[in-house]
């Protein structure tokens, strides 16, 4: 261990709702975490405007706000947070060594992994400009903006017949548009939505180009046998074309499932003792910012048992890693030194 190394009882990895609630209760419990929040910082949310079902705000949020909330009041109980990536980390031995990209060594007794995941999309003209606009990757959270329109639901899999599906609860028509001539959709699914008269599909189609103007008004669609090609009106697009969870670093680590996932098992646990998982890294089924703060929330609570199972309880010992040297070339907004005030701050208090 370097002496500049930090020595602290829980290493959070990631600053989304899962990160951030993780923080939140080990703080609470006297752990003083330290979060590396991963850069960007505040994860999916962070590209998101209106969140209209996450619990307490009647209104909605615009998803940076929330995420800005999560973050101070993590903060408010002491959570240290380094806006750094985890470019490295020995699991092999404890307590873990995590180095980050900025050149941070930590030494944790217990790391929590909510390194979240990322949708995967078209990257076809015209679709990252209408993000927020008309075109999304999750129906659960932006159906019910698009009640009566026509909608396009880009995929042929499981989750593109859950979303159009879904999505008939409030749009006129869901065109669904597969590149192929068959599904690869699961028997029961492909059946659901084949059989629901506001679902078509449009077969051999690759969308070219998401057409619009401040909102959608149609995609562009190439035919992919003749290579003609139409433009489809339609009112908002759903790239449902799956989800890419954020586990390079882990491979060949910690255990993964075929699609990537961290596997959990005795509810947060990984494969490797003290090491925990929460939110959208293990989750493919909910994917939500609820769901992944709820179970930031049940990985703090195991992290804190089992540390006290270890006879690892309390804050971890001060000297490196206390707050006075946690090193600011980590922090790229001042993050750092807001930490520390509030750790000063409810040390007055
Ligand atoms: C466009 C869009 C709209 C959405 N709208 C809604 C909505 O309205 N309501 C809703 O409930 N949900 C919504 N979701 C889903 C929701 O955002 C996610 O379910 C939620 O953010 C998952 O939280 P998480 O903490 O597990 O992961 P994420 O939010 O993905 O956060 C992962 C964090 O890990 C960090 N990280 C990654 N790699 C590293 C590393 N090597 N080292 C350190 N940190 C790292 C990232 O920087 C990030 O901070 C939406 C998602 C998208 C993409």
């Given at each position: 261990?370097?002496?500049?190394?930090?020595?602290?009882?829980?290493?959070?990895?990631?600053?989304?709702?899962?990160?951030?609630?993780?923080?939140?209760?080990?703080?609470?419990?006297?752990?003083?975490?330290?979060?590396?929040?991963?850069?960007?910082?505040?994860?999916?949310?962070?590209?998101?405007?209106?969140?209209?079902?996450?619990?307490?705000?009647?209104e909605g949020i615009q998803g940076p706000d929330l995420i800005d909330l999560?973050?101070?009041?993590?903060?408010?109980?002491?959570?240290?947070?380094?806006?750094?990536?985890?470019?490295?980390?020995?699991?092999?031995?404890?307590?873990?060594?995590?180095?980050?990209?900025?050149?941070?060594?930590?030494?944790?007794?217990?790391?929590?992994?909510?390194?979240?995941?990322?949708?995967?999309?078209?990257?076809?003209?015209?679709?990252?400009?209408?993000?927020?606009?008309?075109?999304?990757?999750?129906?659960?959270?932006?159906?019910?903006?698009?009640?009566?329109?026509?909608?396009?639901?880009?995929?042929?899999?499981?989750?593109?017949?859950?979303?159009?599906?879904?999505?008939?609860?409030?749009?006129?028509?869901?065109?669904?548009?597969?590149?192929?001539?068959?599904?690869?959709?699961?028997?029961?699914?492909?059946?659901?939505?084949?059989?629901?008269?506001?679902?078509?599909?449009?077969?051999?189609?690759?969308?070219?180009?998401?057409?619009?103007?401040?909102?959608?008004?149609?995609?562009?669609?190439?035919?992919?046998?003749?290579?003609?090609?139409?433009?489809?009106?339609?009112?908002?697009?759903?790239?449902?074309?799956?989800?890419?969870?954020?586990?390079?670093?882990?491979?060949?680590?910690?255990?993964?499932?075929?699609?990537?996932?961290?596997?959990?098992?005795?509810?947060t646990r990984t494969t490797v003792p003290g090491l925990f998982a929460a939110?959208?890294?293990?989750?493919?089924?909910?994917?939500?910012?609820?769901?992944?703060?709820?179970?930031?929330?049940?990985?703090?609570?195991?992290?804190?048992?089992?540390?006290?199972?270890?006879?690892?309880?309390?804050?971890?010992?001060?000297?490196?890693?206390?707050?006075?040297?946690?090193?600011?070339?980590?922090?790229?907004?001042?993050?750092?030194?807001?930490?520390?005030?509030?750790?000063?701050?409810?040390?007055?208090?």
């Amino acid at each position: 261990m370097k002496p500049s190394a930090m020595h602290t009882r829980v290493a959070i990895l990631g600053s989304g709702p899962a990160g951030l609630t993780a923080a939140l209760y080990t703080a609470r419990a006297n752990l003083r975490p330290i979060v590396i929040g991963g850069v960007p910082a505040g994860g999916q949310l962070m590209i998101t405007n209106e969140v209209e079902n996450y619990p307490g705000f009647p209104e909605g949020i615009q998803g940076p706000d929330l995420i800005d909330l999560f973050r101070k009041q993590a903060e408010r109980f002491g959570t240290r947070i380094l806006d750094d990536n985890v470019s490295r980390l020995d699991v092999t031995k404890r307590p873990f060594h995590l180095f980050t990209a900025g050149g941070t060594e930590i030494v944790a007794d217990a790391v929590i992994v909510a390194t979240g995941a990322q949708a995967k999309w078209l990257n076809v003209p015209g679709e990252e400009k209408l993000r927020g606009h008309g075109v999304s990757a999750c129906a659960t959270c932006d159906g019910f903006f698009f009640k009566g329109k026509e909608l396009i639901v880009a995929g042929g899999g499981d989750t593109a017949m859950e979303e159009a599906t879904f999505l008939t609860k409030f749009a006129s028509k869901v065109t669904v548009v597969h590149r192929r001539d068959t599904l690869r959709a699961s028997r029961i699914m492909s059946e659901r939505a084949r059989k629901n008269p506001k679902i078509h599909f449009l077969w051999n189609s690759a969308i070219e180009e998401v057409l619009g103007e401040g909102s959608v008004t149609g995609v562009r669609v190439r035919d992919t046998r003749t290579g003609e090609v139409r433009v489809v009106p339609c009112g908002g697009v759903f790239v449902a074309i799956g989800h890419e969870p954020t586990t390079a670093l882990f491979r060949g680590m910690l255990e993964l499932d075929a699609t990537g996932y961290l596997k959990t098992t005795e509810h947060t646990r990984t494969t490797v003792p003290g090491l925990f998982a929460a939110g959208d890294v293990q989750d493919h089924r909910y994917r939500q910012a609820v769901t992944a703060a709820g179970m930031g929330c049940m990985a703090a609570i195991d992290t804190e048992r089992w540390l006290a199972e270890e006879g690892l309880e309390g804050p971890a010992e001060e000297g490196a890693g206390s707050p006075a040297t946690v090193p600011e070339h980590g922090a790229s907004d001042g993050s750092i030194s807001r930490a520390k005030s509030a750790v000063a701050s409810e040390a007055k208090g």
